[in-house]
């Protein structure tokens, strides 16, 4: 009895979808980390290059944050020249990851107050002041880590 029971129970286990390893994502900013968590949950690894306790606009990038772009499958931005320094890391990286620009495509406000920084425009980059705005800036990662990882797509549009 013992004898078929070990057969099944392996066949069983084999039959059992591989767990694979979380895809390593870099996000620029501790907000933007956030979400990218909040969409790929347990699916991503996501590394923040700029801190919560830190300013991204005054940002200074190091040797190791090329490093960690270099390893990266996906990397997240923010866009609209909040991250005035990425165009700069992405190339000297020498990063194939997937690039994904959270705020493609979304409508554009003007910049209510300078508050003392420039973002290459008149653009307010700032998105998720308005929680209106999040539901595409989620979409916008949702798909680019689908592209990144299809085998998970579906896992990354319900996040969003």
Same mark, same amino acid.
């Given at each position: 009895?013992?004898?078929?029971?070990?057969?099944?129970?392996?066949?069983?286990?084999?039959?059992?979808?591989?767990?694979?390893?979380?895809?390593?994502?870099?996000?620029?900013?501790?907000?933007?980390?956030?979400?990218?968590?909040?969409?790929?949950?347990?699916?991503?690894?996501?590394?923040?290059?700029?801190?919560?306790?830190?300013?991204?606009?005054?940002?200074?990038?190091?040797?190791?944050?090329?490093?960690?772009?270099?390893?990266?499958? @996906? =990397?997240? #931005?923010? +866009? !609209?020249?909040?991250?005035?320094?990425?165009?700069?890391?992405?190339? /000297?990286? &020498?990063?194939?990851?997937?690039? @994904? =620009?959270? #705020?493609? +495509? !979304?409508?554009?406000?003007?910049?209510?107050?300078?508050?003392?920084? /420039?973002? &290459?425009?008149?653009?307010?980059?700032? =998105?998720?002041?308005?929680?209106?705005?999040?539901?595409?800036?989620?979409?916008?990662?949702?798909?680019?880590?689908?592209?990144?990882?299809?085998?998970?797509?579906?896992?990354?549009?319900?996040?969003?």
């Amino acid at each position: 009895m013992l004898t078929r029971l070990i057969p099944a129970a392996l066949a069983a286990i084999l039959a059992l979808p591989a767990t694979a390893e979380p895809i390593p994502v870099v996000a620029t900013f501790s907000i933007l980390g956030h979400v990218v968590e909040a969409v790929g949950g347990d699916k991503v690894r996501v590394q923040t290059l700029v801190g919560p306790d830190r300013d991204a606009h005054v940002y200074q990038p190091t040797p190791q944050d090329s490093r960690v772009l270099a390893e990266a499958k @996906v =990397v997240v #931005t923010n +866009g !609209l020249g909040f991250e005035g320094w990425i165009e700069r890391l992405i190339k /000297a990286s &020498g990063t194939r990851a997937r690039i @994904v =620009v959270a #705020t493609q +495509g !979304l409508r554009t406000r003007k910049l209510a107050d300078a508050h003392g920084h /420039a973002h &290459g425009g008149s653009v307010d980059p700032h =998105v998720w002041h308005d929680p209106r705005r999040m539901a595409p800036y989620a979409r916008n990662i949702a798909e680019g880590l689908a592209a990144a990882d299809p085998a998970n797509a579906e896992v990354y549009r319900i996040g969003a």
